[in-house]
């Protein structure tokens, strides 16, 4: 009598029946997919090579396939542009460095970004930060390591209330004692680079010595005359130390951001010690301020003729930007060639379309007859 085997019959391996069907019907599925993967790949390599990460990255790739993509929405962007811009604004692709520039600069930002996380970050701000700055890099923050400090404690820093009080040297991250090439206090800084705060720039903005100086108290009643309404904010633009901040925060209790640069010298540090605030910016960055909320927007000495045409005329306009209706915009000592005053520097300030309140001109004292160099003071006021 035969047995009977109740279950299903079994292979030579052992596997069951049905369970060997499902298995090559899995196996089945996943080499299709895996095959369609394998031929998308094919189709996408040969379009556009594989970004490199780890050990291997080739940065000069990177760089070479964006410069492609770049390329590409330029091409589609001409393609679709109907009609071409005006003339005039062909002079935009002649700025350089504006906005972010830091794809052109790899190698400084690889410098910039490569530190120790968790412990102080590299003290090379003007070895490395300010010159992708000035070149219209901004790079973003080192996130994981600590900026350095003055080395004394915070409690032992004596900060002056007066903004005109001699400046603590312990504010300031002054060089290594091995440099003997660079100050290590504000005594050794030159008088006429702003750091004698408490003689040279005491009298600064208080006492008119030409036709050209406009002082504060000059700059307040020709506001209230022309209808402009009470200073309360403003911008210095490479403003220095912070001197004009200093003086109307005392004298109308105004908020006014100076933009500078630390080139050679603690400005930033400087003017922070005096209770204004810094602005680490270049003169050809967007000012980081909003549109319409600025009272006046004065240009300093270091406005002036070796900045491009094109970029000094982004910056009257940007000028306009941040400027409320009825804002005055204080042009201080600009100096260029005689022969350009009127055909260049005037005719981009007259563009704007400002009321004129003041206009001086006057020969650049010790330029000598062969330069030929004239200064422009102006302040103007931008339309109701």
């Not at 100086?213 to 000059?218: A, C, E, G, H």
């Not at 210095?236 to 100076?258: E, P, Y």
């Not at 070796?306 to 600009?334: K, T």
């Not at 060639?337 to 981009?348: P, S």
Request: include cysteine.
């Amino acid at each position: 009598m035969r047995k009977t085997v109740v279950g299903s019959a079994s292979t030579a391996g052992g596997w069951p029946c049905g369970l060997n069907l499902n298995v090559v019907f899995l196996l089945s599925m996943v080499a299709t997919n895996l095959l369609s993967l394998y031929h998308l790949s094919i189709r996408a390599s040969s379009n556009t090579p594989p970004l490199q990460s780890g050990p291997g990255f080739d940065q000069q790739q990177v760089l070479q396939q964006l410069n492609a993509i770049r390329a590409t929405v330029s091409h589609l962007r001409s393609a679709s542009a109907t009609p071409p811009p005006p003339p005039e604004l062909v002079l935009y692709t002649r700025l350089a460095p504006v906005g972010s520039a830091c794809s052109a600069h790899p190698d400084l930002l690889h410098r910039f970004m490569s530190y120790v996380p968790f412990a102080a970050c590299p003290d090379d701000v003007h070895t490395l930060a300010e010159p992708l700055i000035l070149r219209g890099c901004h790079p973003l923050p080192r996130r994981r390591c600590f900026s350095p400090t003055p080395s004394a404690a915070a409690g032992s820093v004596q900060l002056p209330t007066d903004p005109f009080a001699p400046l603590p040297d312990s504010a300031v991250r002054w060089p290594p004692a091995t440099d003997a090439k660079k100050c290590r206090s504000f005594s050794c800084l030159p008088a006429s680079l702003g750091f004698d705060v408490a003689r040279t720039e005491a009298g600064k903005f208080l006492r008119a010595r030409g036709a050209l100086d406009l002082t504060v108290p000059q700059l307040l009643r020709l506001a209230s005359m022309s209808r402009a309404g009470p200073i309360r904010l403003g911008l210095d633009v490479g403003g220095g130390t912070g001197t004009l901040a200093a003086r109307l925060k005392q004298a109308a209790n105004a908020t006014v951001l100076t933009t500078t640069m630390d080139m050679g010298a603690p400005y930033s540090e400087a003017a922070a010690a005096r209770g204004v605030v810094p602005l680490h910016a270049p003169l050809q960055q967007r000012f980081p301020v909003g549109d319409g909320t600025m009272d006046v927007v004065r240009t300093g000495h270091a406005v002036n003729r070796w900045i491009p045409e094109a970029a000094l005329e982004f910056l009257w306009y940007d000028s306009d930007r941040v400027l409320r209706p009825g804002g005055l915009l204080w042009v201080d000592h600009l100096w260029c060639r005689k022969g350009d005053l009127e055909g260049v520097y005037a005719a981009m300030l007259r563009r704007l379309g400002y009321k004129t309140i003041k206009w001086a001109v006057a020969d650049k004292t010790g330029s000598g007859a062969k330069d030929e160099l004239v200064y422009l003071t102006a302040l103007l006021q931008k339309p109701f």
